[in-house]
């Protein structure tokens, strides 16, 4: 009689562990698909970005206008606007992901700038990227040109810096670290 029991299912033991088992695989596997959300937001925030100043400046040199670029860094949104204010385009940004310009030795919830007519920037600043957990990620410099005719904008990422978040990202950024971008590796 005995035999008949243990063949009709499982143990109280064998149920434990198959629950322990799959709760582990599934915990993994979240893990693993939340690293890959993110990594495809810090990609989509840097080809959004890229994209819309080499876009706007192209634009302006071509059409002789000048262009307002708003960063709304708590909205996560841009906003293109004419000269004249007038709304030409709002682009939303990957929500999960932080933002940061450094520009004047101080942080922004508003960043605007503006092309000039012959498709330069009117400023050059540093754009961070920061992930899920508020840990710098990408770094995108976008440079203002003196001679040559094209935007330049560097994007790096992070190779191997610690301990740069999103609270510290100003003292980093004029460290002596951080203007010599130790720790960051140019994106081909």
């Not at 999960?96 to 450094?102: A, F, L, Q």
């Not at 508003?110 to 920037?121: A, P, S, Y």
């Not at 957990?133 to 994007?155: C, H, M, P, S």
Request: proline share 1%.
């Amino acid at each position: 009689m005995n035999k008949i029991k243990k063949t009709k299912g499982l143990t109280f033991l064998e149920t434990i562990i198959t629950l322990v088992i799959i709760s582990g695989v599934s915990f993994f596997l979240f893990i693993k698909i939340s690293k890959d959300n993110e990594k495809k937001d810090l990609e989509k925030s840097r080809r959004i970005f890229q994209e819309l100043f080499f876009r706007y400046s192209r634009k302006s040199f071509y059409e002789n206008k000048i262009f307002k670029i708003d960063i709304h860094l708590v909205d996560k949104k841009v906003v293109i606007k004419t000269f004249s204010k007038d709304v030409l385009e709002e682009i939303k940004l990957p929500q999960k992901i932080k933002y940061e310009i450094i520009y004047g030795n101080m942080r922004h919830r508003i960043f605007n700038i503006e092309t000039t007519k012959n498709g330069n920037l009117n400023k050059a600043f540093t754009l961070y990227n920061f992930g899920y957990k508020g840990d710098v990620q990408n770094r995108i410099a976008f440079y203002v040109f003196q001679k040559e005719k094209i935007l330049k904008i560097n994007t790096y990422l992070n190779n191997n810096i610690k301990n740069i978040n999103y609270e510290n990202i100003l003292n980093y950024h004029y460290s002596a670290d951080g203007q010599n971008r130790i720790g960051w590796i140019e994106e081909d």
